[in-house]
């Protein structure tokens, strides 16, 4: 079974911070690897997609991803409360016929 | 452009009924995915349909079920409805035929009593 395992959190920030969110996924042959957020009660959104090792930055986010060590991040600068929710990582499977979603890191910025 | 779109938004249903759900995805897109979220476990890949055809399967049971019409648009059948299938269902969409970047409709919360 390919798993994807995320710290349920809460994470709590202050405004302004960084917040780190973390991923380790099981399946050693993924190529896809995104991140959506969800706010309480609403549909996930794709905010980040990665594919290479290394960095991956759009605007306050930046996703980083290692292959090597099974692992994928999401940097969010200058946290705001707008950016609380819960973030989900998301890996594809080796055919890419499906994604595998992770419970989730819940995300709280006070300000 | 519209989003994906799901209907009902709420559906209450008792223990051994059928249950269907329907979605219809971005115009132009061909590919659509069920996926099951429940409280605590997280997304749940259910079905994928792309060009009328079931293309992969999650581990659920058979008694999950769908299809997918000339228009993309789909459907999620589940029978003999049991407590734990209260969830949320949701559906995405994608253009392209592998798991791509995946655009989620609002949800059909579904209540077994």
């Known amino acids: 079974q390919k798993e994807v395992e995320q710290n349920s959190g809460p994470l709590s920030v202050p405004e302004g911070a960084i917040a780190s969110l973390n991923c380790t996924y099981s399946d050693r042959v993924s190529q896809s690897f995104f991140w959506y957020r969800q706010y309480s009660g609403k549909s996930p959104e794709l905010i980040m997609s990665?594919?290479?090792?290394g960095d991956k930055e759009d605007g306050r986010f930046t996703a980083q991803l290692n292959k090597a060590s099974q692992y994928v991040s999401l940097l969010i600068r200058d946290s705001q409360p707008s950016d609380s929710a819960t973030y989900l990582c998301a890996v594809s499977n080796q055919a890419g016929t499906a994604l595998i979603f992770g419970k989730g890191t819940t995300l709280s910025v006070s300000s | 452009e519209a989003g994906v779109t799901q209907s009902p938004t709420h559906l209450i249903k008792t223990r051994g009924q059928q249950a269907t759900l329907r979605c219809s995805p971005i115009?132009?897109?061909?590919?659509v995915y069920w996926y099951q979220q429940a409280l605590g476990l997280g997304l749940q890949f259910l079905l994928w349909y792309d060009e009328g055809e079931e293309r992969n399967r999650g581990n659920f049971p058979p008694r999950f079920s769908g299809r997918q019409f000339p228009n993309y648009s789909s459907e999620l059948n589940v029978n003999a409805l049991e407590l734990e299938d209260s969830a949320l269902y949701l559906c995405a969409s994608s253009r392209t035929l592998n798991v791509n970047i995946q655009y989620f409709g609002a949800g059909t919360r579904l209540s077994v009593l």
């Open positions: 990665i594919y290479s090792n």
């Open positions: 115009s132009g897109h061909t590919s």
